[in-house]
């Protein structure tokens, strides 16, 4: 089976891991995959991730976060942008989720941002996922 979106294969990977309550999940390694988890992390939905960069292609361990009750932190994360249909914004048009609870990942020319990151840096770029 040859994987033509390997960002959604990681997304639904973290999806199922928080939904069967995991503490950690291991992922094929891609520099994009290390960006949107770092910015996870930074927005507070993972403890934290691991970089293995052993093997030909090497694997990230991520750690979900669970609050005191070990509920997830991370209600959900959806897909946007997919290689069949790409969704690109302009610094104006970055999407607010949930109202503003929610948190958009973009690639930019800056990198791998969050919306309000890039709202800040006054940057527009692929609306890769959701998260909530």
Same mark, same amino acid.
């Given at each position: 089976?040859?994987?033509?979106? /390997?960002?959604?294969?990681?997304?639904? =990977?973290?999806?199922?891991? *928080? =939904?069967?309550?995991?503490?950690?999940?291991?992922v /094929?390694?891609?520099?994009?995959?290390?960006?949107?988890?770092?910015?996870l992390?930074?927005?507070?939905y993972?403890?934290?991730?691991?970089?293995?960069? #052993?093997? $030909?292609q090497?694997?990230?361990?991520?750690? $979900?976060?669970y609050d005191?009750?070990?509920?997830?932190?991370?209600?959900?994360?959806?897909?946007?942008?997919? $290689?069949?249909? =790409?969704?690109?914004?302009g610094?104006?048009?970055? $999407?607010? *989720?949930?109202?503003g609870?929610g948190?958009?990942?973009?690639?930019? /020319? =800056?990198? *791998?941002?969050?919306?309000?990151?890039?709202?800040?840096?006054?940057?527009?770029? #692929?609306?890769?996922?959701?998260?909530w």
């Amino acid at each position: 089976m040859s994987m033509t979106d /390997p960002i959604a294969d990681f997304l639904t =990977r973290i999806r199922n891991a *928080v =939904r069967a309550g995991h503490t950690s999940l291991v992922v /094929p390694r891609s520099k994009a995959k290390l960006a949107i988890a770092k910015v996870l992390k930074d927005e507070g939905y993972l403890e934290g991730y691991i970089d293995i960069p #052993e093997g $030909p292609q090497g694997t990230i361990k991520v750690f $979900p976060r669970y609050d005191d009750g070990n509920k997830a932190i991370l209600r959900g994360i959806e897909r946007v942008s997919r $290689p069949s249909r =790409r969704l690109y914004v302009g610094k104006d048009d970055i $999407p607010r *989720v949930r109202n503003g609870l929610g948190l958009a990942i973009l690639t930019t /020319p =800056r990198g *791998v941002l969050s919306g309000h990151q890039a709202r800040k840096a006054g940057v527009g770029g #692929e609306v890769i996922c959701y998260v909530w």
